[in-house]
């Protein structure tokens, strides 16, 4: 009972990044330092709901998730987009998505129920918000629902993907096979189940920054598509450095090469969204069907 009304309206704040009618009105409300501090506020709002609910406020963890939504928030509106500030804003979105710093402030009420997805869930749509309605940029047609063209592509790159991966994978000795212990029809709901997990929350977050943002931002200043993706590969490998245990150069090294047939499954379809059913296909095969070192 106490969970479940921070999750509602966190969800209800989340669905704003699939609607780009919705995204627009907000676009309208004001001023841009107007709209950054609507976007602080409701990065607070389902974490008040939640600790008071449950008798769990705490003042710092209330100031550490305000500081840290005030600065993603008011970053595009005090300062100019350049090379600089959007590299330092990407380290930003880093440094805190991976410092866990949400597990000690949202914690575990109770055994298997870590709520830090409240705060990945809001680091996730605040810092998309922030770039789409402060920082002019080229349409990335970010949405929840890929047209049958962008799946279509998108699909077309994960097989590309699979036989390269599979080796790469094979030769740093990466990933083993495991096949599913359920009946087929229980394994058939574990893959659609984890694709759209994916689609909707971690490719749609990676992508976003790592394709429509980075790879452009890299594609403009260096004046080549191919260095900008190669660059923005090897970036999104080295971001998985941290996975498990530092430096885990094994992920990186699928991981860039990855990156590859994402950035180029975008570049294709000009639509992240295509990128994003590449990513959630690649990743729902390795979770489901392998277990890595």
Known sequence: MAVLPAFLVEFGFYLVLGFPRVRAAFDGLGSKPLRAALLTASAILPYLILSVL???????????????????????????????ADILFLALLAVVYLSKIFDPIYGQPAPHMQLSILGKLMW?????????????????????????????????????????????????????????????????????????????????????????????????????????????????????????????????VVGGVSGIFYGLAFLKAKSVRASMVTHALVVATWRVFFFSS
């Not at 077309?156 to 083993?176: N, S």
């Not at 598509?225 to 970036?235: C, D, P």
């Open 124 to 252: 996730i749509r605040v810092s998309i918000l922030a770039v789409l309605s402060l920082r002019p940029m080229e349409d990335s047609h970010l949405g929840f629902v890929p047209t049958l063209r962008e799946c279509r592509i998108g699909a077309l790159y994960y097989l590309f993907f699979l036989p390269v991966g599979a080796g790469i994978a094979y030769l740093v000795k990466f990933a083993h096979y495991r096949p599913p212990e359920l009946v087929w029809w229980k394994a058939a709901l574990l893959v659609v189940a984890t694709i759209a997990a994916f689609l909707w929350v971690v490719a749609l977050f990676e992508e976003f920054f790592f394709r429509a943002f980075l790879q452009q931002l890299l594609i403009r200043t260096l004046h080549s598509q191919v260095v900008g993706l190669i660059a923005a590969s090897i970036l999104f490998g080295a971001a998985h450095l941290m996975y498990r245990q530092f430096p885990n150069w094994r992920f990186a």
């Open 54 to 84: 449950l008798g769990t406020f705490h003042f710092t963890a209330l100031a550490t998730l305000a500081a840290a939504a005030f600065a993603v928030s008011f970053w595009y509106a005090w300062i100019r987009g350049s090379m600089p």
